[in-house]
């Protein structure tokens, strides 16, 4: 991706957090990047293009803090409470691309298609989930369900502590990793 074209997603991510999807137009886009609305649609097809791939965009992002290979020699309840605790912080450290991932899965932009992309980057985290349900190590639940009990649960206290409703200490955010890894374990 050239640097004008990070530029125009950037541009789009602050917009989106401050306008909404729907507030974000070409215009607003091009006078955020500083160029043209010509300059946009050379990189970008559309409006929808332009969301799309800052959704895949962050989306990957968000994977490449959560997983590394030092991740995988732990075991498996440290995994997942690493995991858990990545996926938080990245939130709190990320508030708008979590609001933008939030907006795009609740919008008519996120298709079939973009779910599909987007379970292609969640292909290491569905492998390592599965080989720990294989091994006995987690309960035999459909993945989603794995994901509902944990990831989510992650994400909520995320949006809470963003929100300033609470406000976690590392002990407390510990705990409660640990809790919410320890509701899947078999």
């Known amino acids: 991706m050239s640097n004008r074209q990070q530029d125009i997603l950037d541009a789009t991510l602050a917009l989106v957090s401050e306008h909404g999807l729907q507030g974000t137009s070409i215009s607003k886009i091009a006078k955020q990047a500083k160029a043209s609305p010509g300059i ?23 994977m490449d803090a959560l997983l590394d290979d030092a991740l995988l020699a732990q075991p498996c309840l440290e995994r ?56 006995g190590e987690i309960k035999a639940l459909p993945l989603r369900v794995v994901h509902a009990m944990t990831m989510s649960v992650a994400d909520n206290i995320a949006k809470l502590q963003i929100a300033g409703s609470v406000d976690l200490q590392k002990d407390e955010l510990n705990t409660i990793a640990d809790i919410a890894s320890r509701s899947v374990l078999a």
Do not use: C
């Open 40 to 62: 946009i649609y050379h990189y970008f097809a559309s409006k929808d293009e332009i969301m799309d791939t800052l959704y895949l965009s962050v989306f990957k992002d968000l």
């Open 80 to 135: 997942l409470k690493t995991v858990w605790l990545r996926r938080f912080y990245f939130h709190i450290n990320n508030p708008e691309k979590t609001n933008f991932i939030e907006q795009y899965k609740n919008s008519t932009y996120f298709t079939l298609e973009q779910e599909q992309a987007t379970n292609e980057l969640l292909i290491d985290l569905a492998t390592m989930i599965q080989g720990d349900i294989a091994r």
